[in-house]
């Protein structure tokens, strides 16, 4: 039971992400002008070609040398990202403060993983500088307001390929890395066999060495995590140029698995990384992490009752849902039981969708969902247009399937 509830207990992860997504100023900063602020974007190209052109001395060279702790954590952090295969860095200069020969730096890093990413992951970064004969230098780099940690911030990492997936690891055996490609490869065929849309066909995992190194690269609290084996960054989109996902897993919750909960779990996380561009603020999370449920389930021969426990007991206890969950049921304020059954009724409902209307009617559905962009109607619209019913019939429906499957 605890490995189940690890598999289910996921959450909607764009909520922590959008600060790791984003600049603290916003991402359309307005371009600025001035000595200092050609300056500091020298300075930043001149990192960002280091990175690329593996230059240990290039990149320590634009750290203030009087600040000899940074240059020690700057090293560090440049040999623990020499194996992440890099097709692009770059750095976008936001909004800057300056006093004097001081100055702080809202900064946006964008890079791609070769072979992996159609477009950037971008990270919000905070850097302070100091200016000395004319050029600006780097005296601290830390995380954007609400951003999180980079991978390679937290030791070296280690890289596996798969045929479809590449995972990057900190402090992990090896084998743990080559068991979450394996049960990755197996995941994105699955998914691409039923979403047929724009995305790369491929997964990045990111494998910390605990649950608080996890929290870290969130930007958030350790509890918000604690008892859930995976979450996908950048989970909301609504464009097929939003920066791209993460999986990130919770070693700690993910190792107590069985192969089941384990396949579910990726699979799950993959489906949110296919349909991100399609998932916008008009996308119930019954829905997002229903129809990502749904695939995880899919092809595993799993019943209604050993997947959905909680609701079943609910249901015998005749305390049937009167509604579908909302999003509010997903918080982790709430109760464990609140949680599972909106996960459970979430899934069965993208289930009876699947069964009754077929399974490209469920995809057509989870897009027209996205695409009317607002929550409110979003889910009416598409009940009519594309299942033909209207949203009282679909929720009687959605009851009646509860009792028959769980009953």
């Known amino acids: 039971m605890a490995g189940r509830r690890c598999a289910r207990r996921r959450r909607r992860a764009a909520g922590c992400c959008l600060a790791v997504l984003l600049l603290a100023s916003g991402c359309a900063a307005p371009a600025t002008t001035g000595v200092a602020d050609r300056g500091i974007r020298q300075t930043l190209e001149r990192r960002a070609a280091a990175v690329l052109g593996h230059d240990e001395s290039g990149y320590l ?64 970064r905070r850097m302070e500088l100091a200016e000395h004969g004319g050029r600006w230098y780097l005296t601290a780099d830390s995380p954007g307001r609400g951003a999180g940690q980079q991978l390679w911030q937290q030791g070296k990492v280690e890289v596996v390929k798969g045929r479809h997936s590449l995972v990057l690891g900190v ?169 599972a059954r909106a996960y459970e009724g979430g899934w069965l409902a993208c289930r009876l969708i699947a069964e009754k209307w077929g399974e490209r009617k469920l995809t057509d559905f989870y897009r027209a969902v996205g695409t009317h962009g607002r929550l409110d109607g979003a889910v009416e619209a598409a009940v009519n247009d594309v299942l033909a019913t209207t949203p009282e019939d679909f929720t009687a429906q959605w009851r009646a399937y509860l009792r028959a499957q769980l009953g």
Do not use: C
């Open 171 to 339: 402090n992990r055996p090896t084998a743990l890395l080559r068991q979450v490609a394996s049960v990755a490869d197996r995941a994105v065929p699955e998914v691409e066999s039923v979403w047929h849309g724009l995305w790369a066909g491929r997964a990045v995992l990111l494998v910390p060495s605990s649950l608080n190194s996890m929290a870290a690269l969130l930007g958030s609290p350790p509890a918000s995590y604690r008892g859930i084996a995976a979450v996908t960054t950048g989970e909301a989109g609504g464009s097929g140029t939003a920066p791209a996902d993460r999986v990130i897993i919770n070693p700690a919750a993910y190792a107590i698995l069985g192969d089941l909960g384990k396949r579910v779990v990726i699979t799950h996380e993959t489906t949110h990384v296919a349909t991100r561009a399609q998932t916008s603020p008009g996308t119930p999370l019954w829905l997002s992490e229903g129809f990502a449920d749904w695939l995880g389930y899919r092809d595993t021969g799993t019943g209604a009752p050993e997947a959905a426990p909680e609701l079943q007991q609910a249901v015998r206890d005749g305390d049937l849902p009167a509604t579908l969950p909302t999003d509010e049921d997903f918080g982790f304020g709430g109760s464990a039981d609140t949680l």
């Open 61 to 124: 060279s634009v750290t203030d040398p009087r600040a000899t702790e940074l240059r020690g954590a700057q090293r560090k952090e440049f040999e623990n990202l020499a194996a992440v295969p890099l097709r692009s860095w770059t750095y976008r200069l936001g909004q800057v403060r300056r006093r004097g020969a001081l100055a702080t730096a809202e900064v946006e890093l964008r890079y791609r993983i070769a072979g992996y990413d159609s477009v950037p992951v971008t990270a919000a």
